[in-house]
């Protein structure tokens, strides 16, 4: 005796098949993903650490630490530093405190967040600004960045008081910074932010430095 095909079990058939195609398709692909991942994590994040590393070596010159700048970071939330998470690397030479590197960000550029990193040596002078992200306007805002033009470069050597405070602004607003030809949204928010970055290092500095093992510093009887 025969059953007779009808269409609801014909139906019920055909989604059963395809929740099983469905379910053998999910499994190929999970186990892809998760290979390929096994594979490439490894890759993604050396060059991310050699990103770093380069980042790191553009604002702070190598012979003026001999700590561990990765190991002795830390992150921290603070308003003057935008209000993304940022890492301060304090830098110490023969265990004394020597400077210090800071991200931050603007998070006001011309089409919105762009990330910096600053170099600071111990009197709280510049040694270099980098750009690391953003997204402003190719050929009017992403001068800010190192490879387009030298405009970051003018930062170097200067304090919270050199120039005055009050003159930690671009030319357009009578300020000591050159802006950028057809674009001055961008690095009024670049000025801003490495103004920032300083005043957090003058006011925080015991705190940078300290946050590292007293083992590993005398601040106290710093130069």
């Known amino acids: 005796m025969t059953t007779e095909k009808t269409p609801a079990n014909t139906l019920k058939k055909a989604i059963f098949l395809a929740a099983v195609m469905l379910a053998v398709f999910s499994f190929i692909t999970a186990v892809m993903i998760a290979f390929t991942h096994q594979k490439t994590a490894p890759i993604i994040e050396k060059n991310q650490h050699e990103f770093l590393m380069q980042s790191l070596a553009a604002v702070m010159p190598i012979d003026s630490y001999d ?56 009197q709280g002078q510049i040694h270099a600004v980098r750009v690391v992200e953003h997204k402003e306007t190719p050929g009017l805002g992403d001068p800010i960045e190192i490879k387009r033009s030298n405009w970051i470069q003018q930062f170097s050597g200067k304090s919270i008081t050199s120039p005055d405070v009050k003159n930690w602004a671009v030319k357009k607003d009578n300020g000591e910074f050159d802006q950028l030809t057809g674009a001055t949204i961008t690095p009024r928010a670049v000025v801003s932010a490495v103004k920032n970055a300083l005043i957090f290092y003058q006011e925080q500095g015991d705190m940078i430095f300290s946050h590292v093992s007293e083992q590993k510093i005398v601040v106290n009887n710093h130069d």
Do not use: M, Q, R, W
């Not at 935008?82 to 301060?88: L, M, N, R, T």
């Not at 265990?95 to 967040?113: C, D, E, H, L, R």
């Open 67 to 122: 700590n561990d700048l990765i190991a002795d970071s830390f992150s921290i939330n603070h308003s003057l530093l935008g209000k993304d998470e940022s890492v301060i690397y304090p830098a110490f030479k023969n265990s004394k405190p020597a400077g210090a590197i800071i991200t931050t960000v603007a998070p006001n550029g011309y089409n919105g967040k762009i990330k910096l990193i600053v170099g600071i040596n111990y």
